[in-house]
């Protein structure tokens, strides 16, 4: 099943149980705000991103924002100041394994990075398609034996 939401987002979901991720998803519509202290302060970021009208992630530090973005091959267009958002350039994929077999082909070949996956610090295998897209690969929560790390350390380190 495909489906193309308003935002230009993809997902593709399949049965568990085939080859394909469980999810796919493509991010092509990124925005990034730098907020202003006072935000800061309310919601404890520096700089928020959203896909479209939602909610992506976010960032305390700046260093954690410029390595999200170039772990995904993401780029800034300017530099952002206080209180400034940007359309951030470039796109990237998010494959949600359900098979161990799946995500750990990756393995070898993938650039390895920890990520927040339904609240909790997972390992993230990044690889690059011939067209130099980017996709980010993450076990399920549901598979038992997904890694995860302790989430004030990679808090304090990721931002």
Request: hydrophobic content about 30%; overall charge negative.
């Amino acid at each position: 099943m495909n489906i193309t939401q308003a935002s230009g987002r993809t997902a593709t979901s399949s049965t568990p149980g085939n080859s394909e991720p469980l999810m796919q998803r493509e991010f092509a519509n990124l925005r990034v705000c730098h907020l202003d202290e006072e935000r800061q302060k309310l919601i404890g970021y520096k700089f928020t991103v959203t896909d479209g009208a939602t909610s992506h992630t976010a960032f305390r530090y700046r260093s954690s924002l410029l390595r999200w973005l170039d772990q995904r091959g993401l780029d800034l267009t300017e530099d952002l100041e206080e209180g400034e958002c940007q359309k951030i350039v470039g796109m990237y994929k998010s494959h949600m394994h359900l098979s161990y077999a799946d995500f750990y082909q990756h393995f070898d070949s993938a650039h390895h990075t920890k990520l927040l996956s339904n609240g909790k610090w997972t390992l993230g295998l990044i690889t690059t398609d011939d067209d130099g897209i980017k996709t980010v690969h993450h076990l399920n929560p549901n598979c038992i034996y997904r890694p995860t790390f302790n989430y004030q350390e990679c808090r304090e380190a990721h931002g």
